[in-house]
């Protein structure tokens, strides 16, 4: 399967020049043959946490994400983008009428003729910033046959958790695919730490960031699709660019036919050694009571 990614910059809350980016990505990609197109974190309204809780009109997500799967269906081409959802709860217990609802940040996997394959809601929220806009998920990630390749999302700070791309692996996953907004001087998380988690679970990840400033965040771009034995199949620089990269799941079969790392896990093991850690109380310099 030919897989696209689009690094590129959005611009905060202005969602028709960030759907026409899209939606000219889609374009490009599907004329040279993709099946997909992977979208950054939230690039629709933009990356900017508060701004984006705070003037983003909950009513209007319907409209974007029907706009996003008319982009999939136009292009044929399958689309995983980002945006915020609405949590299954709401706002909580208090039923007051006023109380906002809470809101995760989302992916969403939807295929060339705009029907919603996979929805998944990010589970490690990262910084100030996005827990004070959104809520942290809790549920795994599930797994769907893409194209003849068993497919996953996470959102960006999700993959840096080995701990997640096992969750996936475990569930059969071949390919995980990642929407991220990682800052500028995180280099090493493409670079080193993508590539780790490909290994090591033996299977593709294809990780999409922005580049460029957004609002008070400095974007560093470097989007990379790494292969089941670690190794680079595309990478880009800090500037927009259009990935492509050739998944499947053969490769991934063959390497974990080679190196069993799943086959021989001892998880109840773990599970004892964990059982007898000191309780966590703080790292240093942490001043959170």
């Known amino acids: 399967m030919l897989l696209s990614v689009l690094q590129a910059n959005a611009v905060v809350l202005d969602v028709e020049a960030n759907l026409r980016t899209i939606d000219e990505a889609a374009n490009r990609a599907a004329h040279a043959g993709a099946h997909l197109l992977l979208t950054p974190e939230l690039f629709p309204v933009g990356y900017a946490p508060l701004r984006v809780r705070a003037e983003l009109d909950p009513a209007s997500l319907p409209g974007i994400r029907e706009r ?102 475990g569930r059969g996953a071949e390919l995980i695919l990642v929407p991220t907004a990682l800052s500028a001087g995180y280099e090493a998380v493409p670079q080193v730490l993508i590539r780790a988690r490909a290994l090591e679970s033996q299977l593709n990840v294809a990780y999409a960031n922005h580049c460029g400033a957004e609002d008070a965040y400095i974007f560093g771009g470097g989007s990379v699709v790494a292969g089941p034995d670690g190794g680079l199949l595309a990478q880009a620089g800090e500037m927009p660019a259009l990935l492509f990269a050739e998944v499947g ?41």
């Open 68 to 169: 996003l799967a008319d982009i999939a269906r136009r292009n044929r081409i399958a689309l995983v983008y980002s945006l915020p959802a609405e949590t299954a709860g709401g706002g909580g217990a208090d039923p007051e009428p006023a109380q906002t609802p809470e809101w995760h940040i989302s992916a969403t996997l939807v295929d060339a003729t705009g029907a919603e394959l996979l929805r998944y809601a990010k589970v490690h929220l990262f910084g100030n910033e996005e827990r004070k806009a959104f809520v942290a998920a809790a549920q795994p990630p599930a797994v769907v046959d893409f194209n003849g390749i068993r497919t996953c999302l996470l959102i960006c700070y999700d993959i840096e958790f080995p701990e997640a791309a096992r969750a996936a692996a």
């Open 249 to 289: 799941p053969d490769a991934v079969r063959a390497a974990r036919d080679e190196v069993p790392y799943l086959r021989e896990r001892r998880p109840q093991l773990y599970r004892e050694w964990e059982a007898g850690l000191p309780r966590e109380t703080g790292r240093p310099g942490d001043s959170t009571p």
